[in-house]
């Protein structure tokens, strides 16, 4: 059975942490702006794909949604947990020129200002 996309957050400073799990497939199941923190305090969101099972070409069109709704507000994005496919794949399809990976949450914490 298939698992749909699961989001947990949470906000440290002006920082939102999100938590993805299951499978992204389907852009219309999730809207970017509920990834994204309608907050203007909110200067960074960071993507945890740890526990993301796929991505499809559907979920890759909300990430890239996502990104470019974040550049509107602005907002950096920052992701970790990426497995070396998906990491490949942001490559190839220019995520990774405005989706920031990192090798785990708390060198995506330093870069987006905070220290654990």
């Known amino acids: 059975m298939a698992k749909g996309l699961q989001i947990i957050s949470r906000e440290e400073e002006w920082v939102k942490i999100i938590e993805l799990s299951g499978e992204i497939t389907k852009s ?5 702006d509920q990834i994204l923190p309608p907050s203007q305090e909110i200067k960074a969101v960071v993507l945890n794909f740890s526990k993301v099972e796929y991505i499809n070409s559907a979920g890759i069109a909300l990430l890239i949604r996502v990104v470019r709704l974040a550049r509107e ?7 970790h947990g990426l497995n070396s496919h998906y990491e490949k794949i942001f490559n190839m399809v220019g995520l990774t020129n405005y989706l920031y990976i990192y090798p785990n949450e708390g060198t995506a914490l330093a870069a987006a200002g905070l220290i654990r």
Do not use: Y
């Not at 219309?28 to 970017?32: C, K, R, S």
């Not at 507000?73 to 992701?79: M, R």
């Open 28 to 32: 219309d199941e999730v809207p970017p």
């Open 73 to 79: 507000k602005p907002i950096a994005v920052l992701a």
